[in-house]
């Protein structure tokens, strides 16, 4: 008896041991606000208040403004995208999204069919997940061997933060706010564009049908929840190659989902090629305002309804994407 009692005390005390450490280590990372993975904003966000949600890599949080898809359509939307998110990423981030919201619609980009089985930013895409059964999962089925150690103990991959972070980042990880822009990352810069281009995409890969078999498990899940899922192909001057494209297409057919849009179609708003792009697979604000309404105004073809929800808080994003585009808020861009 007595055995058994030191044991579980020993279990107690490592358990307690790696508790803190993990939240002193969550502290101590640098706090993301911006440029996707910005889970401590959506947490903000009230619970079953949000219509639409965005998943996928930068080709959505640079181009989706849900501010001005709600002034367009009134349905109320978030970006939860992040930088280069693979597809299993993604399908944790769905499950982990859908715990604090109901949406009726969730979005997803199909350039990320097509990453690598770890893309650049794991330890940014999981390490700002909430400590939940979806971090884990994410940790375990997206993350490289060499990123896990950080992920499940972030004090090993922060601690020499200690001395250099500030009582305002310390702040902001204690204390976050709610995003004006609610997943957009504002860009200002416009790079004028030439020909379109052809990513080097490639269908015959372990890594492409690993990312297909994760969007049938989103596919399932959206299915479950009674959720439309619609899947899209974001604006870019460097695309899907048609060949590829084809492939892809042939493999959805066998994954349920609401719609497919191909923003490259032609039947979308006009953007210019001098003005409305960041660079060649982002829009700036310019470009992405348009886009949005479009979006907006595409989902609600197809059958979404419009919720009563805060309005107040809502004209609140509006009044800041109008500062935005008036330029007043250039310093918070790159």
Avoid at 156 to 180: A, F, G, K, M
Avoid at 269 to 283: I, K, M, R, S
Avoid at 301 to 313: E, R
Wanted: glycine share 6%; proline share 5%.
């Amino acid at each position: 008896m007595k055995k058994t009692l030191k044991i579980l005390a020993v279990l107690l005390a490592t358990l307690i041991l790696l508790l803190g450490t993990s939240v002193l280590g969550q502290l101590l990372m640098p706090p993301r606000t911006d440029f996707g993975s910005t889970w401590d904003s959506y947490l903000q966000e009230e619970e079953d208040t949000l219509d639409v949600l965005f998943f996928g890599s930068s080709l959505v949080y640079c181009d989706v403004i849900p501010a001005a898809i709600w002034e367009e359509t009134g349905l109320r939307s978030y970006v939860m995208a992040g930088p280069e998110q693979t597809m299993p990423i993604t399908y944790y981030y769905i499950k982990e999204a859908c715990r604090t919201q109901s949406p009726q619609a969730i979005v997803v980009e199909l350039n990320g069919l097509f990453f690598g089985q770890h893309q650049n930013f794991t330890r940014v895409n999981i390490g700002y997940m909430p400590w939940t059964m979806n971090r884990l999962g994410a940790t375990i089925h997206g993350a490289e061997s060499d990123a896990q150690l950080g992920l499940f103990l972030p004090i090993y991959e922060y601690h020499d933060r200690v001395y250099s972070i500030t009582p305002e980042e310390l702040r902001q990880n204690l204390h976050p706010e709610r995003d004006d822009y609610a997943g957009y990352t504002l860009l200002y810069k416009a790079e004028p564009q030439g020909e379109t281009s052809w990513r080097n995409y490639q269908t015959d890969t372990d890594a492409y049908r690993e990312n297909l078999s994760y969007l049938e498990k989103i596919s399932r899940f959206c299915q479950n929840e009674g959720i439309a899922l619609v899947l899209y192909i974001a604006p870019a001057y460097a695309r899907i190659p048609p060949d590829v494209q084809a492939v892809m297409r042939e493999d959805l057919k066998t994954i349920p989902h609401t719609a497919l849009l191909d923003c490259n179609d032609g039947t979308w708003p006009e953007a210019d090629g001098e003005t409305h792009w960041f660079d060649f697979l982002h829009y700036n604000l310019y470009g992405a305002e348009p886009f949005s309404r479009e979006m907006g105004r595409r989902l609600l073809t197809l059958g979404l309804a419009v919720t009563d929800g805060d309005t107040a808080l809502w004209q609140e994003r509006v009044a800041a994407l109008e500062t935005a585009m008036n330029g007043a808020a250039k310093e918070t861009a790159p």
